[in-house]
């Protein structure tokens, strides 16, 4: 009878597949091909938890998905840089992972479970899920199931398989956010690199690629040649005291060990000739410790391989992956370095040493008393022991033997007890000055017979005791000069970079290599030196105040906040948002000085313009300095304008220029006209079509060029954009409202949804200026307020002594009831979209407004006013400006609140009626033509006002009231006002 269950196993690469099929299934194992040509599927059956299941074995080759923008991004100079930060990113199987991801499926269609047996780390958890993903598109009734092992031994291999676990969807979901944090990051600065310095300097490689990562790793090794340049090589002296007893001088080190000073080391050491006879004060012996080392972690193991073997960090790891393959490795990414085994297993593993060059030493281990526990080291990532051999490999050739070889040595002497010495430390005292020796008798060597890698000798001394005396033999001032730092080795940096947090123990071989293949570094036998294109980077970001992007402090966060995605502690969404913000902040700082940045690389590199072809050699005016500027065309056709005087290159778009009359009044430089190939012509400002302002006035701004049709500045008359404040409050519409500057100079606010006979818009006086601000207002949320300037010799209305300033509003046009009378407003179909105002009333034709022909009404006040919006009575003032002189109004006693009313439109209380919300009403004057002087009634609230309107007129005769239109509910007349009223 066939097993009922079907497990799928994956494993990460072919290699480990065909040994899984080996060990599980011995000679039971089938092979067939697979429909990739790379990935073989073995069948076999086993007994897993005391269940027949047939086992179908098959395997990936490292990841089956990439993450990547969709098609629209991929045009660089069409496709603003700046919304890579945001915008959706997809994470598929890639192109030339199609057969793997079908072979998958068609395993999975006749399988029950799915087993992952994946590499046991952050990456393996990630491909898991890619895995999981492709399976279960096939078959969703799939059960899932991980195998946690950390060598290919029968050994492990069948303790995983009786001990399958799940998935750890934490783990993975910290790489997603890695991968999609390095994504955004790279791709926006590695194109604002590229875009701005390739076509402005010779000899710039075809792209100039940034990552998070791959920087602080070139900031490492630039800070280390900087500061080797910058040394400045010091004098120091010392004294030099020997005693020669036998045929061996002794020397004594000075306690001071060196001085800067020579004046005082002089003094000092003819002190010392003068009187030079020493005296022993001390004799300390000790008995002394060499400790053997703890266990092998992934990155101990790159370092000492680098020191003794001069393997680079790549090589080490493509190694240790190809013998943990071979099952002679336990799995060689880790960062455990202590063991979490018995004793008993410790020594199967010494055991295997028992054929081969060690198994004199291995056997005397384990049978001669001489096997000590290893050291308990400070990490266990909970995933994999450390490092060690899992079988013996005496058939090893080459560097796979060397490396072989390095691990088993450490391996062994991490199993023995430590080396011991007696100790004798001497002090001694000429003329006040202290000197000391010392030496050793090793009493012990233990692991240092195996671990060839570490040196200690014996050192013999005269048998001193306190109070003997002696004359040095040799005494003398020595002169010397201190010495630069050396260049970062490769162990060097691999330390360095593991101390600052910098990748992790799987993937700091391959931020190295990144930035060799970048061409950013060059290695000379073990050690790095910065090339011109890595110096110059470096130094333009230092200097334009970004030198955090070349340290490790922003990279070592964002590995601490996948550790803790990992443990449950946060989101990868709010660890991606936090890490794009912090470099959205600093890309959109940097756009607007690279200047910084051409001048700092120019330093190194030499510009394209001046090898170009001169087309006009005083083009237009420099913002900057005034002067002339070259324009100059490239081989391929791309032109520069550059200043010599501000050592300036600005790249221009393709196209034939002129010079414009027109001054940019963002950045001071002369506008160019641009006719393209299509004869179609356009303008710019060079300066911000390279350098586009991030706001233009209060208005933020997301481009990457900018040409005068895309700008929004209200002063200049070649920036045509519109801004849009708020979407449309017709129902069903939902378009967005846009600021249009009309021809004769003044503003409009149209609806985007005309197209779709919408009309709504609203119209300002011809006189008055706009800008919008980055305040939002609260009752009609998402619109933006404005600002309302009144332009030079216009009197504004009196009430605008109580705004903002004299001469300026900043508002909410939807909201702002004292515009009533000043703004033409069309098309608003949703009653009470407008807050303060009624709709009809705000449906009437254009007037003229009020505040440039005010109504000269010199009413006295009357005997009691009302009470202003913080419910104290009003005070009474009177106006002193333009027509309305002598005019009196109401308002705050106190200038609390922003209360206004002229007297003549106050009536009593007791002759207002109450509005719909029952509360007394506003009373008003109409200053239309019709209209002029005639009072009428409106809600009292500031926001969120009823439709309430009537004359004050209609009152001699009142009509019923009612929540309805005019004339419904049986009402009569109308308490509203009615559209013959309004003309």
Known sequence: MPPKAVFLNVAEKPSVAREMAKTLGGNNSVSRPGLSQYNQVYEFNMNVQRQEVKMIVTSVTGHLMGIEFPPETKDWRSFTTDKLFEYPVKKSVADDKKRVEDNLKREARLATHIVCWLDCDREGENISFEVIQVCKAANPRLEVLRAKFSSLTARDLNRAVQTLGIPDENSSLAVDARQEIDLRIGAVF???????????????????????????TLGFIVSRYWEREGFQSENFWAIKLSHQQDANPINFKWARDRLFDQTIAVVLYEQCTTHPTTTITKVVRKPKSKWRPVPLATVEMQKLAARHLRFNSEKTMRLAEELYQETLFSYPRTETDRFNITDEELGVLVKIHYDGDHAAYAKGLMEEGKYNRPRVGRNDDQAHPPIHPTKKGTHLTGDKKALYELVSRHFLASCSKDATADEVVVTATCSGEE?????????????????????????????????????????????????PPTLLTETDLIATMDRNGIGTDATIAQHIKTVKDREYVTVEGMSYTPTKLGLALVQAYDEMGFASLALPKMRAAMEADLVDIVKGKTTKALVVEKHISEYRLIYRKAIMKTGLLLSAVGRWYGRNEDTGTVVDPALSQCGKCKKMMKLTATSDDSKTLSCSECSLALLLPKGSFTANIHICP???????????????????????????????????ATLSVMRCFQCTHAACSLATARTQIWKCPNKGCGEGMDIIKKKDGGFFIGCKGYKNNCTHSVHLPSHVDLQVTSETCPVHQGARKVSLQFRHGVHPPEWMMYCDSYFSLTCCLWCEDRLDQELSVKGLLAP??????????????????????????????????????????????????GTNNGRTFYACSTSACRYFKWCADYVPSANVPNCLCNLPCDSRTANTDKNRGRVFYKCPKRSEACSFFEWADSQSNPPARSAGPAGGGGGGGGGFVRASDMH
């Open 190 to 216: 590695t194109r604002f690199q590229t875009l701005l310095l390739r076509e402005r300097f010779a000899q710039m490689p075809k792209v100039i690629s940034y990552g998070p990562c791959q920087f602080p």
């Open 666 to 700: 963002l950045c001071s430089f002369q506008v160019l006209d641009v006719k393209g190939s299509s004869n179609k012509s356009h303008n710019i400002c060079p300066y911000c079509y390279s350098h586009p302002p991030k706001v233009i006035g209060d208005v933020e």
């Open 435 to 483: 000197f000391t020796t010392q030496g050793q008798t090793i009493t012990a060597r233990n692991y240092l017979d195996i671990y060839i890698y570490e040196k200690w000798y014996d050192s013999t001394i005269p048998n001193y005791q306190e109070g003997d005396e002696f004359t040095p033999s040799k005494l003398w001032l020595d002169e010397s000069l201190t010495t």
């Open 832 to 881: 009470g979209a407008r807050g303060h105002r009624n709709v009809l009333q705000a449906q009437q034709p254009p007037q003229t407004p009020s505040f440039f022909n005010p109504a000269a009404n010199m009413a006295a006040p009357p005997s009691a006013g009302p009470s202003c919006d913080c419910g104290v009575p009003c005070a009474t003032k009177t106006a002193r400006t």
